[in-house]
Every structure is written in structure tokens, then in C-alpha cells.
Nanobody, 120 residues
Framework: VQLQASGGGLVQAGGSLRLSCAASGRTFITYAMGWFRQAPGKEREFVAVIRRTHSTYYADSVKGRFTISRDNAKNTVYLQMNSLKPEDTAVYYC???????????????WGQGTEVTVSS
């Protein structure tokens, strides 16, 4: 599976962005799809996951502000980010997991990342 993330950019605090991650291959539907982020000088952290069943799980820091969704017909997963804060500034990565997808170790495939900068 190859993953291509897009949609990052510069936005003011309180604004919104929608990230997309397009996947190649016919097995997209079998994977849990997740988003992670890595801020400068920090470790990569889990943001959200959507499983094959479309069940979702979010990090507490983004709950109520971010929404993950998937379109299996388009082999694409999205991350709608609202009410953005400066602390959301990071490189965002999409990834595909065979497992539950709650930790980075679950993920088998990673995209290249898209940068999000939130100005105060």
C-alpha cells in the first residue's frame, strides 16, 4: 500500500483544514487508517483512527475538534480539523494498520506527511 497525504498549509488559530490521504491498492478496505502528527522536537503522536467498521477513536487533545472519515470507493481517508490551535502545528502522517491502530507499532504503511502550521 502506498499512501499520499495532502491538504496541509498555514491557517490562523480557530480556522479549519481538511487533510486527505489517498491509498493505492485494492486492499484499502481491509486496513484501519490512522493519522499521526509530529511537532518540532517532539515524538510522533497518535491523532485518530478509523477502522474497517468505520468505528473511530481520537486522542483527547483533538476530540471534539477533529473528525476522521474514509471513502472506500475512493481509497481515501480524511481528517477534518476545526478550531485549530497553535499547538496543532505539526507534520501530519497518514498510515495503514492491520491491527487496531491505536499505536504506531500497529501500522504497516506510512505516507510522507503534510505540514500544518497554525498561527496565533
Amino acid at each position: 500500500v502506498q499512501l499520499q497525504a495532502s491538504g496541509g498549509g498555514l491557517v490562523q488559530a480557530g480556522g479549519s483544514l481538511r487533510l486527505s490521504c489517498a491509498a493505492s491498492g485494492r486492499t484499502f478496505i481491509t486496513y484501519a487508517m490512522g493519522w499521526f502528527r509530529q511537532a518540532p522536537g517532539k515524538e510522533r503522536e497518535f491523532v485518530a483512527v478509523i477502522r474497517r467498521t468505520h468505528s473511530t477513536y481520537y486522542a483527547d487533545s483533538v476530540k471534539g475538534r477533529f473528525t476522521i472519515s474514509r471513502d472506500n470507493a475512493k481509497n481515501t481517508v480524511y481528517l477534518q480539523m476545526n478550531s485549530l490551535k497553535p499547538e496543532d502545528t505539526a507534520v501530519y502522517y497518514c498510515a495503514a494498520a492491520v491491527g487496531l491502530g491505536l499505536s504506531a507499532a500497529d501500522y504497516n504503511y506510512w505516507g510522507q506527511g503534510t505540514e500544518v502550521t497554525v498561527s496565533s
